[in-house]
């Protein structure tokens, strides 16, 4: 998916992110006075006023220690090379080198509001991300970033958490000067989409999916 299709921009999932997003900006400008790259016009106030209670718990959740120290293992890197990382179908995954994402997982982690500014100063992450930045190469980011904080045996049980994380790494990703610059965001939408849908659905839609904190297993 190189360019967002309507239905992906249109979904509950884009347009939350969206949020999410306006939310992370409006934090960081009254911490500093950085304007954020996350910034949006298309259906900003309306796409407030639905998800603004969501994104906030969403926010919430990762501002909680959620990435503090204690909670930052080092990537397994079997997680870059497993096979089980991959869709049916997907192509060219194994090429990719393991080395450059082993430090861009760990620059997402850790760099927060200067992580566009680290990366455009080594030019060889950049450019692998600008050569190589497709649905593919995010799934498996997030996944690692994800499962780098929740291991996969706890995974089942902590479905918010994992959701606040691909959120956060959508984000970040976004700030990156890559283009097209709304690409992170359809990726991002898709892969909740793919992942998470079927545990939103159970829990009745995404206002209602955070009113509780009994995590269930997809079905």
Not at 11 to 24: G, N
Not at 100 to 127: A, P, T, Y
Not at 148 to 158: A, F, G, I, N, T
Request: a negative charge; proline letters at 2%.
């Amino acid at each position: 998916m190189e360019d967002d299709s309507p239905l992906i921009t249109c979904s509950d999932e884009y347009r939350l992110l969206e949020t999410y997003c306006q939310k992370r900006r409006k934090r960081e400008s009254r911490a500093r006075s950085v304007e954020s790259a996350c910034m949006y016009s298309l259906g900003a106030q309306s796409d407030d006023e639905q998800f603004g209670d969501v994104a906030e718990k969403l926010t919430q959740i990762v501002d909680k220690g959620l990435l503090g120290e204690e909670l930052l293992h080092n990537v397994d890197k079997r997680l870059l090379v497993d096979e089980g990382l991959e869709s049916d179908g997907d192509l060219g995954v194994k090429d990719v080198d393991q080395d450059v994402i082993d430090k861009l997982i760990d620059l997402l982690k850790k760099s927060g509001d200067n992580l566009n500014e680290r990366i455009q100063s080594n030019h060889e992450l950049l450019g692998y991300l600008q050569r190589t930045f497709t649905y593919d190469l995010f799934k498996k980011l997030t996944k690692a970033f994800i499962t780098s904080v929740v291991p996969e045996y706890l995974q089942s049980k902590r479905k918010r958490e994992q959701i606040a994380l691909a959120f956060e790494v959508t984000s970040r990703l976004k700030a990156l000067d890559l283009h097209p610059m709304n690409r992170a965001m359809g990726y991002g939408a898709q892969y909740l989409q793919e992942n998470f849908a079927p545990w939103v659905k159970q829990h009745g839609g995404w206002e209602k999916a955070f009113d509780d904190n009994d995590d269930e297993e997809v079905h």
